[in-house]
């Protein structure tokens, strides 16, 4: 059982940013990988990021020039740091791991407002 907890959403204006963090119950370090995932309202879940136990990253296009995933293996934390942020970003951002089964996190809001 792994259980993921979120924190660091909230309201933020156009262009601002916001770092998102995520606590596993668990060692990440025993983990394949880790990482976000958003759901805006009316859509479908979609990927943000995701970090490897080797530390490599990967991320769809939108994502790579304003989102930066990292971890600290000894906190069992990732963070997502978002940058330059849009409206279109406001949605719920979920922590997401794959141990066997997957494991989601409550998730955290975070509304950009124009």
């Known amino acids: 059982q792994v259980q993921l907890v979120e924190s660091g959403g909230g309201l933020v204006q156009f262009g601002g940013s916001l770092r998102l963090s995520c606590t596993a119950s668990?060692?990440?370090?025993?983990?394949?990988?880790i990482g976000w995932y958003r759901q805006a309202p009316g859509k479908q879940r979609e990927l943000v990021a995701f970090?490897?136990?080797?530390?490599?990253?990967v991320s769809p296009n939108w994502a790579k020039a304003r989102f930066t995933i990292s971890r600290d293996n000894a906190k069992n934390t990732v963070y997502l740091q978002m940058n330059s942020l849009k409206v279109e970003d406001t949605a719920v951002y979920y922590c997401?791991?794959?141990?066997?089964?997957?494991?989601w996190g409550q998730g955290t809001q975070v509304t950009v407002s124009s």
């Open positions: 997401h791991t794959n141990d066997y089964v997957d494991y």
């Open positions: 970090i490897t136990r080797e530390g490599n990253t």
């Open positions: 668990v060692s990440i370090r025993s983990l394949n990988a």
